[in-house]
């Protein structure tokens, strides 16, 4: 198939504006965002561009996003890097561990719903996610305890390191406090345009990103399979 | 007053107080259990019923007795309310809703509202429902009840005009004031006006930023109403407002024309000539709002159009709960946490690493000193006292460096009788040189101030100083502290001092001056100093 030299500049131009934004919205570069959802060949070749790059090119809202494919470790993170972006370092396992439980119950307590759209709510304090946190953590060290001695990391292990956190009134963010610990993760999110995070205030709002990554794409049905991976637990990692 | 906003403070805390008290006295109760009326909601919305009752009644001037609420309650009740109540637990109610709710058991009630122009708070009386006593037939006594001012204002505030009309009313009443040549209450109405458009201006804009969030949660009757709404507002004001203005520019520029032309103007008129700006102002004002309000409103229809249309794609989308399908299972196993990024990783970008191009190494690199200086003026913590102070110390210390190196060159220069800055230079030590030099900067100054004037009459100098009071100047001024130095000389009074460069261009050098950490050499042409003494 033939394309305009035009055609194919668009295209390769879109796709290093991904590369440095991530995303690229209609009201920012409108003339690429135009080109890209009026031209088909150009949207066609975008496309191309981020399969070879590993990722997928998606159009959520008025805005494109570039994602990386679960296993691309380039444009992505890979669990190590995501260790040490969220962990101070030196940190265990179980510091990683309780750091994905975190975003979990973050993204939980945001997206919870069955309308027409997955969120729930609008905003939600420092303080309340820190006691969600822990009353989770009791409620699956209470699952674990029918079946006990199983190897592995165990939600009790999990709590008391969390508990071990002192909680500080002033807000201090030392790597030993629990505030200090969020606070790490949330700068990470918010870095990431994920979530508006006002440090003063202890306020989380997620951002558009994120609720139209969660609408369309981490809860899509057809993304159902990722979930059951996790839950199966492959044994080739 | 600093804040003009709180000077009719008192009469919104009225009004307030109205609902406040109203509240108040319900809210602590536990009768209200015993009746079957549990949330406040509901106890509230009784007790407005009742109230529309006895309005009823009062503007009817039909008699209302205790009889006739508890019958009323009945059958409200019966009909709507559905709570198992008989005829007379249901006069018992309305007893308890006009006798301590409403009646406060006939003690007076007070609301205290704060009066800032006073500088304190002031009680202010709330009353309801008062009662009168009526004869039934044949002598019968009972107690009839009505609704006070305060009742009727509480009940008609609960029921606002429509917004369309809002604004024609205040129109009406804005060109009324303004035919009066009442211009301080033209300019409060002018100000309603203003604000209820701006008001519309809002709601627009949080219609637009709900419909942003999520089309959904936004309703189709809240879209119909916003549209009304502002297509009311749209036709019914610009060419009316234009009008105005120009009324009111002419009146503005009579008053003017008067002011300049035939005489002055009289303390009411010139209170009138303010006025009238005032409302001038507002009048533009309230025209670009109306402006905005155009734009906002097809701004509105284009977007909500648009989510929609985005919508009725998602809705296609199946989703999966996060709670039961993931989490539940997460809390089950916690080894899943080990494999959860995989579910997270759409959500994170990694920034490309970046890549080093040798070139950058044949490049002429600059030390970042320069950014850095600028960088440091950047005060976060700003306290402007202290502020202020630290430069005025900055200034003092840099003065005294001006002073010390001047004060140098013309004492050697005094004690001489004439001299050049070449035998100075040979005849001093590297503490002298250090005073004679603080920084290039400093010593330049001083030597072009000296050659660009040449002759310094001091004797004329001194005769200035003493007819004229001058300020101490920020900078440094050469004669001033030329003077100082004068006079702090011993020797016969100085009548002049002659400054040249001497002819055989000869070039004066100080070798290792220390300046930011580095050493410099000052080349300078030769200056010749002659000073002339009294004889």
């Not at chain 2, 536990?30 to 009644?57: C, H, P, R």
Request: glycine share 4%; hydrophobic share 35%.
């Amino acid at each position: 198939m033939a394309y305009e030299m035009d055609t194919i500049r668009a295209s390769q131009e879109i796709f290093y504006y991904l590369l440095k934004h991530h995303e690229l919205k209609e009201e920012e570069e409108q003339g690429l965002y135009r080109a890209y959802t009026e031209q088909e060949e150009v949207q066609n070749l975008v496309k191309s561009q981020g399969e070879i790059a590993d990722s997928v090119i998606e159009r959520y809202g008025n805005i494109i996003y570039l994602i990386p494919r679960e296993e691309n470790d380039i444009l992505g993170f890979s669990k190590g890097q995501l260790k040490s972006m969220l962990c101070k370092s030196g940190a265990t396992d179980k510091d990683y561990y309780l750091s994905q439980f975190v975003i979990l119950t973050l993204l939980v307590e945001f997206y919870d719903g069955q309308g027409s759209s997955s969120k729930t709510r609008e905003y939600m304090r420092t303080g309340e996610l820190m006691n969600s946190i822990s009353s989770y953590l009791k409620e699956g060290m209470e699952h674990k305890e029918e079946e006990e001695a199983q190897e592995g990391i165990a939600f009790a292990d999990m709590l008391r390191a969390y508990e071990a956190l002192k909680s500080d009134e002033r807000g201090s963010r030392a790597k030993t406090t629990k505030e200090g610990f969020l606070h790490n993760i949330l700068i990470f999110l918010e870095k990431q345009g994920l979530i508006e995070y006002v440090a003063q205030d202890e306020m989380i709002k997620t951002t558009k990103k994120l609720d139209n990554f969660m609408d369309w794409n981490l809860l899509n049905q057809n993304n159902y399979e990722r979930v059951l991976k996790i839950l199966r637990g492959t044994k080739d990692e | 007053m600093q804040y003009d906003f709180l000077k009719h403070f008192p009469k919104r805390m009225k009004s307030v107080g109205l609902y406040a008290m109203l509240i108040q006295n319900s809210i602590q109760k536990t009768t209200w259990k015993q009746y079957g009326f549990l949330k406040s909601d509901e106890q509230i919305n009784l007790i407005f019923a009742v109230l529309l009752y006895i309005m009823e009644q009062s503007l009817r001037e039909d008699i209302c007795t205790i009889d006739d609420i508890g019958a009323y309650i009945d059958t409200v009740n019966t009909q709507y309310f559905h709570k198992h109540l008989g005829y007379d637990e249901c006069k018992e109610l309305g007893d308890f809703i006009i006798n301590h709710i409403l009646c406060n058991e006939g003690k007076v009630m007070y609301f205290e509202g704060f009066d800032f122009e006073e500088q304190k708070s002031i009680p202010i009386h709330i009353s309801y429902v008062a009662n009168k006593t009526v004869f039934l037939e044949q002598d019968f006594r009972r107690t009839s009840y009505y609704l006070t001012d305060d009742g009727y204002n509480l009940l008609l505030s609960t029921l606002e005009i429509e917004n369309n009309m809002k604004l024609t009313i205040h129109e009406m009443i804005f060109h009324m004031h303004l035919e009066r040549q009442s211009y301080d209450k033209a300019v409060d109405e002018i100000k309603n006006i203003f604000h209820i458009l701006h008001v519309q201006l809002q709601k627009i804009q949080e219609a637009m930023g709900k419909i942003r969030r999520n089309a959904l949660s936004y309703s189709v009757r809240d879209y119909e109403t916003i549209l009304l709404e502002n297509l009311d507002t749209i036709q019914n004001t610009k060419q009316k407002f234009q009008d105005y203005r120009q009324m009111v520019k002419s009146r503005v520029k009579e008053l003017e024309e008067k002011n300049i032309n035939v005489r002055q103007l009289l303390d009411t008129e010139r209170e009138k000539l303010e006025y009238l700006r005032e409302i001038e102002r507002y009048l533009s004002r309230t025209i670009d709002e109306h402006q905005k309000i155009l734009n906002g409103h097809f701004d509105l229809k284009a977007l909500y159009t648009k989510e929609l249309e985005q919508l009725s794609q998602m809705s296609l989308i199946q989703r999966f709960s996060l709670r039961t399908k993931l989490y539940d299972e997460v809390l089950k196993d916690a080894d899943t946490l080990s494999r959860l990024h995989y579910f997270l990783r759409p959500l994170f970008n990694q920034d490309v690493s970046k890549v080093y191009n040798p070139n950058k190494a044949f490049q002429l690199q600059r030390l970042p000193r320069k950014r850095q200086e600028q960088d440091s003026l950047e005060e976060l913590d700003f306290d402007e006292e202290s502020w202020l102070l630290e430069k005025e110390r900055a200034r003092k210390e840099k003065l005294k460096k001006y002073e010390k190196s001047l004060s140098c060159l013309l004492c050697y220069v005094f004690n001489k009788g004439e001299a050049t800055l070449a035998e100075f230079a040979q005849n001093i030590n590297e503490k002298e040189k250090e005073q004679l030099i603080p920084s290039v900067d400093i010593f330049k100054e001083i030597m072009v101030e000296l050659l660009r004037s040449r002759t310094i009459d001091l004797a004329a100098l001194q005769k200035e100083r003493r007819d004229y009071i001058k300020d101490s100047s920020e900078d440094f001024q050469l004669y001033e502290m030329l003077l100082s130095l004068a006079e702090a000389d011993k020797g016969k009074p100085i009548q002049r001092i002659e400054i040249s460069r001497t002819e055989d261009k000869n070039v004066v050098t100080f070798a290792n001056i220390q300046e930011e950490g580095q050493l410099r050499t000052i080349r300078c042409s030769d200056v010749h100093f002659h000073v002339y003494r009294k004889e």
